[in-house]
């Protein structure tokens, strides 16, 4: 990580912090450094406590605020939680209970609401489909966000437990995968044929885009949240000034995770098509 950090007043500028309980957060960075390529980045994976999707609020809220102070004290103001299930259990409670007592020059956000803000745009029949972790799609959080944003829209939920294992044990190209890619498609068209726009509720799964597309209908379109959460950080910069000074400009990416870090940096490199060198630590 780099030793001299910039200022913005008194305060020293640091960079972004990136959240995720494993690897799927790789795919919101990338979309992050395409639409904002200067800015630094600072990434952790809980790669030893994943998945998430199936542990309860409580344990997410801990794991999730253990994640986010190690971020905030290696330097970020700003921290994106990568995380589906953890925007979904733990995102709000951070931000209502702890931000404003403990930290109230910092900022966490997370990828449901951005995504839900596009999808608005997207669909043409106004029914969607979601798939998603057990633990996202029980928390009803992509459910409320489209009640508010776009109540006039119908939503389909579904599980899709067997995907994260299938991509973080190396078989997502595999034949093996395409009976579960399928079950879950099937399932959520069948529920709802006229649904036109499919969400990726999870940022392991655009690893398995390739396999999605060739069992959706054609004439459905698939939403993966990189680039949307990308475009949704830059807005966000430009609207709050006072916390864009805060995020450190230098183009670096440094990562860390809770597993061995030879562990990590082969399996990353699946998610970010490119070598990493991460360092591990434990929370």
């Known amino acids: 990580m780099q030793d001299i950090m910039q200022t913005s007043g008194n305060i020293q500028a640091g960079p972004i912090g990136v959240f995720d309980s494993g690897y799927g957060g790789l795919t919101i960075l990338e979309g992050m450094r395409r639409a ?52 979904a259990k733990a995102l709000r409670s951070i931000q209502q209970n702890v931000l404003p007592v403990k930290y109230p020059d910092h900022r966490v956000l997370g990828v449901i609401r951005p995504t839900v803000e596009e999808v608005g745009h997207v669909s043409r029949t106004g029914h969607l489909g979601l798939l998603a972790t057990p633990g996202t799609v029980k928390s009803h959080s992509y459910m409320l966000e489209i009640e508010k944003l776009h109540p006039q829209m119908k939503l389909i939920e579904t599980e899709c437990p067997m995907w994260v294992p299938l991509i973080e044990t190396g078989e997502a190209a595999g034949p093996g995968a395409d009976y579960f890619v399928r079950k879950y498609i099937d399932a959520t068209m069948q529920a709802d044929p006229e649904i036109d726009t499919l969400l990726l509720g999870c940022t392991h799964y655009p690893i398995l885009l390739p396999k999605i597309r060739k069992f959706v209908p054609s004439h459905v379109k698939v939403i993966a949240q990189g680039d949307i959460v990308g475009r949704s950080l830059a807005d966000y910069l430009r609207r709050h000034p ?34 990493v060198d991460a360092t591990r630590i434990t929370l």
């Open 36 to 87: 904002l390529p200067d800015y630094d980045y600072l990434y952790l994976g809980d790669n030893a406590r994943a998945p998430y999707g199936t542990r309860s609020f409580d344990v997410v809220y801990d794991f999730t605020l253990q994640a986010v102070e190690e971020l905030f004290s290696r330097g970020c103001h700003l921290v994106i939680l990568a995380c589906n299930t953890a925007s």
């Open 242 to 275: 006072e916390m864009d000074r805060k995020c450190r400009r230098g183009g670096s990416v440094d990562y860390l995770t809770t597993e061995s870090a030879e562990t990590f940096n082969k399996f990353a490199s699946l998610f970010t098509g490119h070598p």
